[in-house]
């Protein structure tokens, strides 16, 4: 990502919160900054509703 930083586009999805990204980087701290590069010139779409992955997965 660092390589990258303002110079290529990139795509994250996920379906945790940024508040629950510090259990991803062991360190909310860590968490917050890889969160202030992401949206700083970053475009965030938020989908709501229910997951066509969890609704199909196979071991539920």
């Known amino acids: 990502m660092a390589d990258g ?4 586009s ?9 508040s629950r990204w510090g259990t991803v980087f062991g360190d909310d701290n860590m968490a917050a ?5 992401i949206v700083h010139h970053g475009r965030l779409l938020q989908f709501r509703g229910e997951s066509y992955r969890v609704k199909h997965a196979l071991m539920k």
Do not use: G, M, S
């Open 5 to 8: 930083y303002e110079k290529r």
């Open 33 to 37: 900054a890889v969160i202030d590069r």
């Open 10 to 18: 990139l795509i994250i999805t996920t379906n945790l919160e940024f």
